[in-house]
Structure formats: structure tokens, C-alpha cells
T-cell receptor, first 110, second 110 residues
Framework: RKEVEQDPGPFNVPEGATVAFNCTYSNSASQSFFWYRQDCRKEPKLLMSVYSSGNEDGRFTAQLNRASQYISLLIRDSKLSDSATYLC???????????FGPGTSLSVIP | NAGVTQTPKFQVLKTGQSMTLQCAQD?????MYWYRQDPGMGLRLIYYSASEGTTDKGEVPNGYNVSRLNKREFSLRLESAAPSQTSVYFC?????????FGAGTRLSVL
């Protein structure tokens, strides 16, 4: 089983919709979590960190559930510009090991 | 503000040829990484360097070597390229567990 798993999608949603992605991780040693965004044929870029208490950045909300070992990303009021692949990332801080999930593809349709 | 710079952007090799992918960062980060990204596989860590003078194997190190020349530069070498090494290669540096990526090198091995 991969250490970080995501539903690859694609998720096709209309503009204005709310969409949620989940990510599960298998190793409880992962201590820090992040969501990255990757546009087609571009490099990944940090979207937001994920905190145990949950955190929000504009239309984006991230949640971490350590007991169930999953991370979620909620996007409200989807925009065409949100179309991208979203990567879930776990970091084992003790020795700086970074694990990327395979990514979830989102297409926002006019 | 260049961030992480990778060269070349594109490369075509014949089986058995060798080449070095160059990476440099100007953010004074200690940690640097090399990943490959293949369709459906996500980002896989090849090698990483936690600090100048140290390197460690990642998930898929076979067929590759690395050199952490100084704090800024981390190169990846393919000694004898194989078609299985056709991929997109990303270099990254990190601070506080956040990764900053270069634009990538698209490598085809024929």
C-alpha cells in the first residue's frame, strides 16, 4: 500500500461548485502535511499547510484527522483557474522524508 | 528572485548515453531533492541532500548518482541512460518542510 493515497479523479465540476478531496496516509510517523497544486506541465507549488485544528485560506479549507489518518481539502465557489492537479504531501520531520500522493485532477467547467 | 533553477529544460538521449541535470537554488536552503514524475505515479524521490556534503537515497535511486557540490548546487547524473528513465525530473529545495521546485527537465531516452 502506498504511504499516501488519493483518488486520482478526474473531478469535473461546474463553476461555483464546492468540491472536496481526501487523502489517506498509512504511516502515523508523518508529522506535517501540506497540499500542493500542480498546473499542467508545470512544477508543484505549495497551496497550503494542514494543521490539526483545521485551517482556511480564502475559498480553501484544509483538515487533518490524525485518528483516522486522512487529510481533506475543500474548495468552495470553484473557479476555472482552480483546474489543476492537487497533491497531498506528508513529511516525516524527524529525518526530513517527504511523501507525495499521486495527485487528484480537478477540472472546473464553465 | 530566481528560486530554484534547473537546466536543461528539455533533453533527448540515446540509450547508453550519459548526462548531468543541473540544479541551483539561491534561497540558502540546506535541503535539496531530486524527483521524477511519471503519469499515474506521482512524484518519486530519487535522492536527497539534507545539507552540503551529505546525500541519501530516496525511493528510486537505481541508475542515478548525485553530487551536492556546495550549498547552492545539487546535480543528478545518469551514467547510462535507459528508456525507463524517460520522465520529468524536478529539483527542489526546502525550508520548514515546505518544498520549492524548479521548472523541471523533460527527458526522453530513445
Amino acid at each position: 500500500r502506498k504511504e499516501v493515497e488519493q483518488d486520482p479523479g478526474p473531478f469535473n465540476v461546474p463553476e461555483g461548485a464546492t468540491v472536496a478531496f481526501n487523502c489517506t496516509y498509512s504511516n502515523s510517523a508523518s508529522q506535517s502535511f501540506f497540499w500542493y497544486r500542480q498546473d499542467c506541465r508545470k512544477e508543484p507549488k505549495l497551496l497550503m499547510s494542514v494543521y490539526s485544528s483545521g485551517n482556511e485560506d480564502g475559498r480553501f479549507t484544509a483538515q487533518l484527522n490524525r485518528a483516522s489518518q486522512y487529510i481533506s481539502l475543500l474548495i468552495r465557489d470553484s473557479k476555472l483557474s482552480d483546474s489543476a492537479t492537487y497533491l497531498c504531501v506528508g513529511v516525516k520531520t524527524s529525518y526530513d522524508k517527504v511523501i507525495f500522493g499521486p495527485g487528484t485532477s480537478l477540472s472546473v467547467i464553465p | 528572485n530566481a528560486g530554484v533553477t534547473q537546466t536543461p529544460k528539455f533533453q533527448v538521449l540515446k540509450t547508453g548515453q550519459s548526462m548531468t541535470l543541473q540544479c541551483a537554488q539561491d534561497m540558502n536552503h540546506n535541503s535539496m531533492y531530486w524527483y521524477r514524475q511519471d503519469p499515474g505515479m506521482g512524484l518519486r524521490l530519487i535522492y536527497y541532500s539534507a545539507s552540503e556534503g551529505t546525500t541519501d537515497k530516496g525511493e528510486v535511486p537505481n541508475g542515478y548518482n548525485v553530487s551536492r557540490l556546495n550549498k547552492r548546487e545539487f546535480s543528478l547524473r545518469l551514467e547510462s541512460a535507459a528508456p525507463s528513465q524517460t520522465s520529468v525530473y524536478f529539483c527542489a529545495s526546502s525550508v520548514l518542510n515546505i518544498q520549492y521546485f524548479g521548472a523541471g527537465t523533460r527527458l526522453s531516452v530513445l
